[in-house]
């Protein structure tokens, strides 16, 4: 069946680092790919998305590319800040159904 | 708009007590989900509804939980007996379905935190 598979963490940083976050996954159709990040105390929210292959999702400087041959869609941010500390979710949606599969998630602590 | 409200945000209940959470879903969204969280896990659908009707209740539990989304907006997931196992975080999320034209993006309520004694 479909599945993501994400770097374990924690993952610690000192501010203004070049942050990436691996992920793989196996998918049998044309799959949706997103990232979801949980901030301390608040729910899961979308972070980015792309719906095609070579596709770049970007938000608040995180980006990641839909790499079709590598299955992969890792995250990227070219200067991490202390607010970025979260878990970071990384999930599919195959197309034709609204099921959404997570990852474990990565927790990302920045140091000041 | 509001968001997803979930209640009770935390619950602390003995084995063999039953328990319930509410989800209110955002206004228009005609799928709903619910989720189980273990500490350091990503999120694991227990339940989907599209409109009234589940259509992957696969990995729910069906002996103790069960779960009913009434007039296709309110959900409701209960658990009877729980177990100590069962602690957890419980997410509702909802969204416009792909299949309904949306973008599948999923909103997230804050979760309700189950403790069992």
Redesign the interface.
């Known amino acids: 069946g479909d599945s993501?598979t994400q770097m374990e963490g924690p993952v610690t940083l000192s501010e203004e680092a070049f942050l990436t976050i691996n992920c793989t996954y196996t998918a049998t159709g044309y799959p949706?790919l997103?990232w979801?990040v949980q901030y301390p105390g608040?729910?899961?929210?979308?972070l980015l998305?792309a719906t095609k292959a070579d596709d770049k999702g970007s938000n608040k400087g995180f980006e990641a590319t839909y790499r079709k041959e590598t299955t992969s869609f890792h995250l990227e941010k070219g200067s991490v800040q202390v607010s970025d500390s979260a878990v970071y979710?990384c999930?599919l949606?195959d197309?034709?159904?609204?099921?959404?599969?997570?990852?474990?998630?990565t927790r990302l602590h920045i140091l000041p | 708009e509001a968001?997803?409200v979930q209640s009770p945000r935390y619950k602390i209940i003995e084995k063999k007590q039953p328990v319930a959470f509410w989800c209110n879903p955002i206004s228009g969204h005609n799928?709903l989900?619910w989720?189980l969280q273990n500490l350091?896990?990503?999120?694991?659908?227990l339940i989907?509804y599209?409109n009234e009707e589940a259509v992957?209740d696969s990995q729910l539990p069906k002996d103790r939980f069960s779960a009913e989304r009434l007039k296709g907006v309110d959900s409701t997931l209960k658990i009877q007996p729980a177990e100590l196992g069962d602690s957890a975080v419980y997410?509702c999320?909802s969204?416009l379905?792909?299949?309904a034209g949306g973008?599948?993006?999923?909103?997230?309520?804050?979760?309700s935190r189950l403790t069992v004694l």
């Not at chain 1, 197309?95 to 998630?105: A, E, L, M, P, S």
């Not at chain 2, 350091?40 to 659908?45: D, H, I, R, S, V």
């Not at chain 2, 973008?103 to 979760?111: D, V």
């Open positions: 993501v949706s997103f979801y608040e729910g899961l929210q979308l998305k979710f999930a949606s197309r034709g159904d609204d099921k959404i599969i997570f990852g474990k998630g | 968001g997803v799928t989900y989720y350091g896990q990503g999120p694991e659908l989907r599209e992957d997410l999320a969204s379905g792909l299949l973008t599948g993006e999923l909103f997230f309520g804050e979760g």
